[in-house]
């Protein structure tokens, strides 16, 4: 592993200090030392919300999936009477956007509005869509939404996503499709973690991601319960609009009720260690290898996440949470737009996380992209299968997945990059809980007279 560490700059002084002076020693390297310590696990923090994800994802199978059948709640039920749309039900009206309705000339349009971590899951939502259901979709920043006059006509459909279903943003871009002219005749639906929350209340649907109360103020478990009911959603989609086979079917349903064993078994690798450790009893070198690579990369000032296709948004919510949990500024691309820029800052000091699952289409690309890096003497940490080791020779880190379907794996790579995160922001003293700056959500005018809501 390359060490990075002992920088010149000013302002890595009190970093060296707050590692060096770790009761145990400093970071990894000679073989002989432990890792700095972990933290005290005696009671909740954000790592249990991280450790609870695979029981949520259980649930949600056992609510929402019936004998193999998406039963998201209120999907097959027809609209009420006082509905523009009264008679249809909300599964019909959404494959009514279908790319084979296009083509017969039928054009509504499909959007997703989310502010943060939850436009990321809008994101994610947009490639599993277009990608088993063929239906176009739009994800917009609810912050942007909210300010200009939607475009709308007779069925068309839009989500607003919001764990808390009070974010300002969101409600406020729920509110101008609500009161616009056409307002009654589109399905709107509010993907949340209350249901009853303002979000869920003036909708005409709502899918609860059941993700339950989170005790960090950033989403971890939320974010993963999000994605996977919109794949739930894409699932249902692709058996209503008829772009799905019975063997893909059959491998994705398989697939999916895996995903909680595999996420176990990351888990059980990279974060049981430290639910287990006391200040006591620090981690050694090799026993959490998420957390050596933690120790190893958390003097870094910049990150870069990369990632394409499904894997994008999943680059893009790895950046915040480096952001929001270890105060590193980090930002997520696709990948191939390295070379737009990015390259030209990256260096030893600034590591890479790559997310490259095998499963991807476009997986030799991504290969390509990890040779520009390592030819810029960068550090590459890259997310893959476990059994892929075409990395080794390539990248300093590799953190290896049980094998899973290609469209699941977003969920599955979260894990470790949230876990990453988290540790970083553990070995730099951060309030990982409640990261500064950082609140859930801030409904209330700033002023009376004030002409928007805090942001």
Same mark, same amino acid.
């Given at each position: ?41 005696g ?9 609870e ?27 009420p ?39 990321h @899951?809008t ?24 300010y ?70 950033a ?45 176990? /078994? ?13 200040t ?23 990150f ?14 790895? @950046? ?14 696709? @990948? ?27 997986? /030799? ?61 553990i ?17 209330v ?9 805090? @942001?």
């Open positions: 592993m390359r060490l990075i560490r002992n920088f010149p700059c000013q302002g890595y002084r009190q970093l060296e200090e707050l590692l060096q002076n770790a009761s145990s020693a400093s970071l990894p390297g000679s073989g002989k030392r432990q890792c700095p310590e972990a933290p005290d696990v009671r909740e923090t954000m790592l249990t919300d991280i450790w994800t695979p029981e949520v994802l259980r649930g949600l199978l056992q609510v929402y999936m019936k004998d193999g059948v998406v039963e998201l709640p209120g999907l097959r039920d027809k609209l009477p006082e509905h523009g749309l009264a008679g249809r039900t909300p599964l019909e009206i959404m494959a009514a956007s279908s790319e084979k309705r296009m083509a017969e000339g039928f054009t509504n349009r499909f959007s997703i509005i989310g502010s943060g971590t939850s436009w @899951a994101l994610l939502a947009e490639y599993l869509i277009e990608y088993m259901a063929r239906i176009p979709v739009e994800a917009h920043y609810a912050s942007e939404f909210r200009h006059e939607p475009s709308l006509q007779t069925g068309d459909v839009v989500f607003v996503v919001s764990m808390s279903g009070e974010t300002a943003d969101a409600v406020e871009s729920l509110r101008q499709i609500t009161k616009s002219a056409l307002g009654k005749n589109v399905l709107k639906i509010a993907v949340v973690n209350s249901s009853s929350s303002t979000l869920a209340e003036e909708s005409d649907l709502v899918i609860n991601v059941q993700a339950g109360a989170e005790v960090g103020v989403s971890t478990k939320g974010f993963s319960a999000t994605g996977f009911v919109f794949e739930l959603l894409s699932l249902a989609l692709a058996d209503e609009c008829g772009t799905i086979t019975d063997a893909e079917r059959s491998i994705f349903v398989k697939r999916l009720h895996e995903l909680p064993e595999g996420m176990q /078994e990351v888990l059980d690798r990279e974060a049981k260690p430290l639910m287990q450790t006391s006591d009893n620090p981690i050694g070198i090799g026993e959490c290898p998420l957390w050596d690579i933690g120790c190893q990369n958390v003097l870094a000032q910049n870069i996440f990369l990632g394409r296709g499904c894997s994008f948004p999943v680059a893009l919510e790895g @950046a915040m949470k480096c952001k929001e949990l270890a105060y590193i500024h980090a930002e997520g691309y696709p @990948a191939a737009e390295m070379k737009h820029g990015p390259i030209a800052l990256i260096d030893e000091f600034m590591p890479v996380v790559v997310v490259c699952p095998m499963a991807d289409a476009t997986y /030799e690309k991504i290969k390509s992209n990890i040779e520009e890096v390592k030819a810029r003497n960068g550090a590459t940490i890259a997310i893959t299968e476990k059994y892929n080791d075409e990395l080794e020779q390539l990248c300093e880190y590799v953190i290896g997945l049980p094998e899973t379907h290609e469209y699941l794996m977003p969920i599955l790579a979260m894990v470790p990059l949230q876990l990453l995160a988290y540790m970083m922001g070995l730099r003293n951060n309030t990982v809980d409640h990261p500064r700056g950082l609140v859930k959500s801030i409904s005018k700033i002023e009376e007279t004030g002409s928007g809501y805090a @942001a």
